[in-house]
T-cell receptor, first 113, second 110 residues
Framework: SQQGEEDPQALSIQEGENATMNCSYK?????LQWYRQNSGRGLVHLIL?????REKHSGRLRVTLDTSKKSSSLLITASRAADTASYFC?????????????FGKGITLSVRP | SQTIHQWPATLVQPVGSPLSLECTVEGTSNPNLYWYRQAAGRGLQLLFY??????ISSEVPQNLSASRPQDRQFILSSKKLLLSDSGFYLC?????????FGSGTRLTVV
């Protein structure tokens, strides 16, 4: 069963704008991860945020986690056409040696040049 | 450095035929290994995971099976494919900091 639910399902923005994607989940987690998938390709790990963290940055990416609301957001600043892809959040209930990721359905981001 | 290899990239198989997809990992020992399936326009569904040689856990009942004959080798199999087995199959291994995915196999059962 899918744990994470992203919204919006599709997002279209102009190059240079910021893109904000949200993810909600239902059960407690050890960590939450965001992945990117270009069409027909494998997934690429973007960022991991642990349950005891509230915010994390990596380059143009900013991820927040609110465990009280069971939600996370991924912000891509100053978007580029090359950011066009599908983005997935995934939750890991246990982490470590018992790690299993449960994925949402994904958000399709289109960045118009 | 750690790498993951998955093949073939695409596969077209008739209904009722067998299946064998292979995944190998380099540069790490005793990884957790995973098989996921992605239906068109959907998220990923965990099919099997393995914490060690010969140790396989199945997440959903299905027409597929998995085996781990060596530490860095994970195989997805079927004796008789169904139309519903079509999809994009991804192998992955986990380490601290996230999962590394293979490039995927697009399976079309006709």
């Amino acid at each position: 069963s899918q744990q994470g639910e992203e919204d919006p399902q599709a997002l279209s923005i102009q190059e240079g704008e910021n893109a904000t994607m949200n993810c909600s989940y239902k059960t407690s987690i050890n960590n939450l991860q965001w992945y990117r998938q270009n069409s027909g390709r494998g997934l690429v790990h973007l960022i991991l945020i642990r349950s005891n963290e509230r915010e994390k940055h990596s380059g143009r990416l900013r991820v927040t986690l609110d465990t009280s609301k069971k939600s996370s957001s991924l912000l891509i600043t100053a978007s580029r056409a090359a950011d066009t892809a599908s983005y997935f959040c995934a939750t890991d209930a246990l982490g470590g040696a018992n790690s299993k990721l449960t994925f949402g359905k994904g958000i399709t981001l289109s960045v118009r040049p | 450095s750690q790498t993951i290899h998955q093949w073939p990239a695409t596969l077209v198989q008739p209904v009722g035929s067998p299946l064998s997809l292979e995944c190998t990992v380099e540069g790490t020992s005793n990884p957790n290994l995973y098989w996921y399936r992605q239906a068109a326009g959907r998220g990923l569904q965990l099919l099997f995971y393995s914490v060690g040689i010969g140790q396989i856990s199945s997440e959903v009942p299905q027409n597929l099976s998995a085996s781990r004959p060596q530490d860095r080798q994970f195989i997805l199999s079927s004796k008789k494919l169904l139309l519903s087995d079509s999809g994009f199959y991804l192998c992955a291994w986990s380490a601290e900091g996230g999962y590394t995915f293979g490039s995927g196999t697009r399976l079309t059962v006709v």
